[in-house]
């Protein structure tokens, strides 16, 4: 057999993070083009990115849960709630971006919107927004809309965490280990009494609570952070794609998705 070289071309950084490809993805449509729809687009598209490795995370997290792992639990957490603080800091980014500059090509997003991003709606199902209206913005049969019908089926991150108390020898009750995880998950009574023993009694479960607070926290304070930047951006102005803007966002302010942690700090 004749000797023939071998074609294959070595891995290169660029190559390997298809970097090429990446930045051919900016593409500015106003005329010019304005100058700040390129961070425009650049900002929302590393958004993106993170909220795949926010999904990403939160999925090891779901395994570690179901694992009775601890440590690893905890370590997946420290990292999600690394990322969200990322998530806030790049709004401050994102305000350098002014009402004029904004407004100087703003009629080009015709009705794309992030209330659109399907990403973040799965994050948001993840966490336990178990909501079909959520999905219906979503175009049937496209792969966003398929990714949040399943997550809808799926349990969520906080069905299990109470697979994972039971797995600590908790007294889970069974019928919320066994629930319709296509409904969302109500405050319970004997959850509570539940995290009040882990608090008073378990250290390390109670860590595992208290970085979940904290990732009921990060969501809530990315949420304000994105209200004031839409306030500062575009006033009282309807929102693109139709929703009513920052009057939208500031109603989904201070909705925690782990009411229970919430409640029992009263009792501590």
Not at 153 to 161: A, I, K
Not at 231 to 246: D, F, L, N, V, W
Request: aromatic fraction near 8%; charged fraction near 25%; hydrophobic fraction near 40%.
């Amino acid at each position: 057999m004749p000797f023939q070289e071998n074609s294959k071309k070595p891995l290169t950084y660029s190559s390997y993070l298809k970097v090429d490809e990446l930045l051919d993805l900016q593409r500015p449509l106003s005329d010019g083009p304005e100058h700040d729809e390129m961070l425009f687009i650049i900002i929302h598209q590393v958004y993106e990115l993170w909220f795949r490795q926010v999904l990403h995370e939160l999925d090891e997290l779901s395994t570690r849960f179901l694992a009775g792992d601890s440590a690893g639990s905890l370590a997946t957490l420290k990292r999600t709630l690394t990322i969200f603080k990322t998530l806030v800091a790049q709004v401050d980014v994102l305000e350098t971006i002014t009402p004029v500059s904004f407004g100087s090509f703003r009629d080009r997003l015709e009705s794309a919107s992030g209330f659109q991003s399907a990403q973040f709606r799965e994050v948001e199902i993840l966490l336990g927004a178990r909501s079909r209206q959520i999905v219906e913005h979503h175009p049937a049969g496209s792969p966003g809309r398929e990714r949040m019908e399943r997550r809808l089926t799926e349990p969520s991150l906080w069905d299990n965490f109470l697979h994972y108390l039971a797995l600590q020898d908790l007294p889970v009750p069974s019928e919320l280990l066994g629930r319709d995880v296509s409904e969302p998950a109500e405050a319970s009574d004997a959850v509570q009494e539940i995290l009040l023993e882990i608090y008073r009694n378990h250290p390390v479960a109670s860590m595992v609570c208290e970085r979940l607070l904290d990732l009921d926290e990060g969501l809530q304070e990315w949420r304000y952070r994105h209200v004031k930047m839409v306030e500062r951006t575009i006033g009282c102005k309807p929102g693109t794609g139709g929703s009513s803007g920052a009057e939208y966002l500031r109603r989904t302010l201070f909705r925690p998705v782990f009411p229970d942690l919430w409640a029992i700090r009263a009792q501590l």
